[in-house]
């Protein structure tokens, strides 16, 4: 879905997809980027009822021999290996090489795979930053992400503020963020399906062309793969409520 509001204009939005996995939006405050959720003396101590579940479950299937404790180990540390650093070195990647850009924009799954990213069966489309056009990713449902590339999707992105706010007034959100669009510039909002995700490819910061590429990963925060800043910049500001 892709939307070009200006900056006052209020929009409609619609969104006819169901999503078939769990949602867990339960963070409802504002966008805050110094926010940080402190821990709970039990959070990790804890049994709960999921955990003896999952205790129990996973150990009966190891008993029984359809898997191994080797596998689910194995499983936790690939998930653990999912963080937004492998989102930055496939943009610094496409900001050296342009085949690999165009690749990476043609056809996502196998670019990514080139360079060590299985992403599984998502559908991933890669939208391209331009001096015309900037993209920014939302999941108006819950939220869906990127995890395989990008790891877990921050506490704002779940937020409803901005699930709700950045399809009716982009630039406002974007604002919030630090991120001033000109009015001749084209902001497009994408809305992140069950079986549809994005990434976004930010323009490469001016100056930097003599950079390497490893050089170059340390510019590209998750927010710009996400869309809400540019590369070189951090988020700012917080997306008032409702």
Known sequence: MSSTPG?????????????????????????????????????????????????????????????????????????????????????????????????????????IAEIGHDIGPMHLIVLENTPEVHNVVVCTLCSCYPRGILGLPPDWYKSRAYRSRVVRE??????????????????????STADMRYMVLPMQPAGTDGLSEEALVSLVGRDAVVGVVEAGKGGQGSPAAE
């Open 7 to 111: 900056p006052n204009e209020p929009r409609a939005h619609e969104h006819g997809h169901e999503h078939n996995h769990h949602h867990d939006h339960d963070h409802m405050h504002p966008y805050d980027p110094n926010h940080k959720h402190p821990n709970r003396p039990d959070q990790d101590d804890s049994m709960t009822y999921y955990k003896v579940m999952e205790s129990a479950v996973r150990e009966l299937l190891i008993e029984k021999g359809l898997i191994t404790a080797e596998q689910v180990q194995r499983q936790i540390e690939a998930m653990d290996e999912r963080t937004p650093a492998n989102g930055a070195r496939i943009v610094a990647r496409a900001w050296v090489d342009p085949a690999f850009k165009q690749r990476l924009l043609e056809s996502p799954k196998q670019a």
């Open 170 to 191: 982009p630039r406002t959100v974007l604002r919030e963020f630090g991120t001033e669009i000109s009015a001749n510039r084209e902001v497009r909002v994408h809305d």
